[in-house]
């Protein structure tokens, strides 16, 4: 599966901000690549910058 674009990652990461508890921004970005499936190839894929996974630049 690609990684999916902020329209469908939008309303997951609502869900787990709804449970009312506080989480990082890597709990944020590992709950989505779990709900997403994705591989550990996708989640390490950079934007084309370099600077950074281009999963954690969508929530």
Avoid: Y
């Avoid at 690609?2 to 990082?24: N, V, Y």
């Avoid at 910058?49 to 999963?55: A, E, K, M, T, V």
């Amino acid at each position: 599966m690609a990684i999916p674009d902020f329209q469908k990652i939008f309303f997951p990461l609502l869900e787990l901000a709804g449970d009312r508890q506080t989480h990082t921004v890597g709990e944020a970005v590992d709950a989505l690549a779990g709900k997403f499936n994705l591989t550990q190839e996708e989640r390490d894929e950079q934007l084309p910058s370099g600077n950074q996974p281009i999963l954690n630049s969508r929530p």
